[in-house]
């Protein structure tokens, strides 16, 4: 069973870059299609970010499409996320998550806390 | 493109049923048979609990049942439970590689 783990700075300075990487045990990247990122602000819902294939073709949320990038290691076993000038409202709990077949994301990552302040 | 509609809010008894829905577009829900629903205690991360519309994975209660009709899909949960108590997510396939979540809906257990 795939195990997801998110790791990165949980503050960032407004305008600066938001990197996070997700790390994959258990199970190879390659072995799934696609991995995603959805983010949920405090108290609100989620918003999904992008994903990327294992061979790295990306698809992003049209809204931030300006500022993600996606990028994966196959060699590491990860996917990473990098949100350029960040602003207080890209403050949320950022999760990576598997593909489970039918645009469904069936395992998740704990989420990592991610707060943009000075 | 907008985010999917969900009623804020929902409730039942123990024991009984309760229905939550999901109303998109004919760009959405209502083209294509990819909606899913996602569990969520606070302070945890979702759980997949319905994908494909109507289908359950592996572990996850009959109790919990997914069907779409149009432009809108819904969450049956049937026979609640205490440990129901939770917001539920909807998402949906947008077309071109876009994805689409619901506000979300807490269930409260009366």
């Known amino acids: 069973q795939a195990q997801l783990l998110e790791s990165g700075p949980g503050l960032v300075k407004p305008s600066d870059t938001l990197s996070l990487t997700c790390t994959v045990s258990?199970?190879?990247?390659?072995?799934?299609?696609?991995w995603g990122w959805i983010r949920q602000p405090p108290g609100k819902g989620l918003e999904w970010i992008g994903h990327?294939?294992?061979?790295?073709?990306?698809y992003y949320n049209p809204s931030l499409r300006s500022r993600v990038t996606l990028s994966v290691d196959t060699s590491k076993n990860q996917f990473s996320l990098k949100l350029t000038s960040v602003t207080a409202v890209d403050t949320a709990v950022y999760y990576c998550a598997r593909n489970g077949g039918g645009y469904a994301f069936d395992i998740w990552g704990q989420g990592t806390v991610v707060t943009v302040s000075s | 493109q907008s985010a999917l509609t969900q009623p804020p809010s929902a409730s039942g008894s123990p024991g009984q049923s309760v229905t939550v829905s999901c109303t998109g577009t004919?760009?959405?829900?209502?083209?294509?048979?990819?909606v899913s629903w996602y569990q969520q205690h606070p302070g945890k991360a979702p759980k997949l609990m319905i994908y494909a519309v109507n289908k359950r994975p592996s572990g996850v209660p009959d109790r919990f049942s997914g069907a779409k009709s149009g432009n809108t899909a819904s969450l049956t949960v049937s026979g609640l439970q205490a440990e129901d108590e939770a917001d539920y997510y909807c998402?949906?396939?947008?077309?071109?590689?876009?994805?689409?979540f619901g506000g979300g809906t807490k269930l409260t257990v009366l």
């Open positions: 990327i294939y294992y061979f790295g073709t990306t």
């Open positions: 258990g199970s190879s990247i390659s072995s799934t299609n696609w």
């Open positions: 004919s760009s959405d829900v209502g083209n294509y048979d990819y």
């Open positions: 998402s949906s396939y947008a077309g071109s590689n876009n994805l689409l």
